[in-house]
Structure formats: structure tokens, C-alpha cells
């Protein structure tokens, strides 16, 4: 009964496969510009807090 339903759906069957290209390098560059945000972060809290307010 499904596939009697979903028959309509994809009828025709697309030639090829649709990959989102722009989907998949949005992802990619949210997912580096994240990793570069922690390793700064990280970076920032080897220094204490008193210190960083000393060199100041």
C-alpha cells in the first residue's frame, strides 16, 4: 500500500543523483570556523585570568 502511495511521488525516477553541494561546504566551513573558535579558546585559558589582567 505504501508503494502503491508514494508510486505518484517519484514518478519519474530522477536520472541522477542530487547531491546539495553548497549544503555540504556551508558544513564544512561552519565545522572548521568552530574547531578554530575552541582551539582559540583553549588557547585563552592557559592564561589565568590574573595574569591576563596584570599584563594589561
Known amino acids: 500500500m505504501l508503494i502503491k502511495l508514494l508510486n505518484g511521488v517519484f514518478d ?3 536520472d541522477y543523483l542530487s547531491v546539495p553541494w553548497l549544503y555540504l561546504m556551508m558544513l564544512v ?4 570556523a568552530a574547531a578554530i573558535a575552541v ?3 583553549q588557547r585563552e585559558t592557559r592564561v589565568s585570568a590574573v595574569q591576563r589582567m596584570r599584563e594589561i
Do not use: E
Not at 566551513?29 to 572548521?32: D, E, L
Open 12 to 14: 519519474p525516477p530522477p
Open 29 to 32: 566551513s561552519v565545522a572548521f
Open 39 to 41: 582551539k582559540g579558546f
